[in-house]
């Protein structure tokens, strides 16, 4: 056991330092992006990328995630031709699909012309983007190969070199085209990324097999049904999230709109990152098991316990620290989202529980379910939100969140049972109740006091939860004592 729970470790620290590298590129890439052009070069450089992601979610179709689903299922059985198959239907589908969307940014490009807002902007640059997103989607294959086959280290090299690479290309087109060279700079970083995943991809040594026109179209519809459920899921959040922002627009005005938005990146910025880390890993690895629900539910709970020992220090950290992080990172103004910061932290605590269940539907093929579980999660939560909105406002869109997790958490435990019985284990059920009663204690010391003893002793109960935290991690990883026997 100690082996999975290691695997599960490394994976994820891998992935994270690969979240940390995106990170530091992209903060030195917006701020010469700053230097260089101002506001309006951020502005547009910000639309180009909104533009690149919308079409990307549309027109990739949630192939990624139904691909490394697909793989990883073929990667576990002995069939090495099927597996390559699989994996020339992923490259082909990928490809096809990364031309419609190629295609469609550059009809796009006709009404903007006609006079939309931003037309102007958005149309002049428009033949960068469409190749752009064509090579995004196209080179997207090799990635999601690499993962489901669960090539946690090369898939990490790959990324790592393209974003490098691409972020150094696209500073120097920017640096003598200036803002003419914003759209370059964007097909630029797709290119470099694209070679470094072929590169990287290559030294697979896939064998050579041939897939006729009826397993492609087979294989076509297989990634595009289980796909339907990511695409869902993505858009009900995206949704979720606008709606919400409109409400606080509405009825808060513009400063709680910010105000919201600060908090929701203090909340999400570490959450994200780690869930994201261990996701890269964990979805491919219960994907292969989706027959052996005995197995498929030890890995579902070691993924929770290993989930909750990364998650909630960290949370409780931002928590605790909330006014300090949001002056420094925007201006003393914001101390206002404190409160409203606190309150999504301790949603997104929550959620940890549910993270690993979501996936369950998807890693056995049953996409439909998912989809009618973030609908109907969307709904909810846009039910409440307006409400608590229009009387609340900032505060009550926060505790809304966190009542909305509550529920998710219910919804997916619900599902996860009726899939394949699931139930939490005795270990991850201690490691909770220890947790959350501890997390507790600080939320109690942050809501009720005020001085700075209050403060202080939120800070020194988080600390020894960092330190029980690393304690288990390293109970849960060390190896066997070795017994002697005579």
């Known amino acids: 056991m100690s082996n999975s729970y290691r695997q599960i470790l490394v ?19 917006a701020k010469v992006v700053a230097v260089l052009l101002g506001a309006s070069g951020t502005g547009l450089f910000s639309v180009y990328a909104s533009f690149l992601n919308l079409g990307e979610s549309l027109f990739g179709l949630g192939t990624a995630g139904s691909g490394v689903r697909q793989i990883a299922a073929l990667a576990g059985r002995d069939d090495r031709n099927a597996l390559a198959r699989a994996m020339y239907v992923q490259i082909g589908v990928s490809i096809v699909l990364g031309i419609v969307g190629g295609a469609a940014f550059l009809l796009v490009r006709v009404p903007l012309e006609a006079g939309m807002a931003g037309g102007n902007v958005l149309s002049a640059a428009m033949p960068f983007l469409a190749a752009s997103l064509m090579v995004t989607i196209a080179s997207g294959a090799p990635l999601v190969i690499m993962q489901g086959m669960r090539k946690i280290d090369r898939l990490v090299m790959a990324s790592a070199w393209g974003t490098l690479t691409g972020a150094i290309t696209g500073v120097i087109l920017i640096y003598f085209l200036r803002k003419d060279g914003i759209a370059p700079a964007f ?4 290119l470099c990324s694209g070679l ?27 990634l595009i049904r289980l796909g339907f459920g990511f695409m869902a899921t993505a858009l009900f959040m995206a949704g979720t999230a606008y709606g919400i922002r409109l409400y606080l627009l509405r009825f808060a005005g513009l400063d709680a709109t910010g105000l919201y938005q600060a908090a929701w990146t203090l909340s999400s910025f570490y959450g994200s990152m780690i869930l ?3 996701g890269t890993d964990f ?19 070691e993924q929770v316990e290993i989930g909750l020992i990364l998650l909630l220090p960290g949370m409780l950290a931002c928590a605790v620290a909330a006014p300090l992080i949001l002056r420094l990172l925007y201006t003393a103004e914001f101390a206002m989202a404190v409160p409203a910061a606190r309150w999504m932290t301790a949603g997104i605590m929550l959620r940890a529980l549910a993270w690993p269940l979501a996936y369950m539907p998807l890693a056995m093929n049953r996409p439909r379910i998912t989809a009618r579980a973030e609908g ?10 307006y409400p608590a909105i229009r009387w609340g406002g900032l505060e009550g869109a926060a505790i809304v969140y966190v009542v909305s997790s509550l529920i998710y958490v219910a919804v997916s435990l619900v599902i996860a049972r009726r899939l394949t019985g699931f139930t939490w284990s005795p270990s991850a059920k201690k490691l909770m109740v220890w947790l959350y009663a501890s997390g507790g204690i600080v939320y109690f010391f942050l809501l009720v006091g005020q001085g700075r003893g209050w403060i202080l002793a939120s800070v020194l109960v988080t600390m020894v939860i960092t330190i029980g935290c690393g304690w288990r991690a390293w109970h849960l990883i060390k190896p066997p004592r070795a017994t002697c026997t005579n």
């Open 196 to 222: 470094a995943a072929l590169w990287f991809y290559r030294r697979l040594h896939p064998p050579r097999v041939t897939v006729s026109l009826r397993q492609f179209a087979d294989g076509f519809a297989s």
């Open 283 to 301: 979805f491919p690895r219960i994907s292969a098991l989706s027959g052996d629900h005995q197995a498929l539910n030890q890995k579902v709970n």
């Open 11 to 29: 994976s994820s620290g891998m992935m994270g330092g690969l979240q940390g590298v995106r990170l530091v590129v992209g903060i030195v890439q």
């Open 187 to 190: 097909l630029g970083q797709a």
């Open 276 to 278: 994201q880390a261990m």
């Open 376 to 385: 109907c999660y969307a709904a909810i939560t846009l039910a409440l939100s």
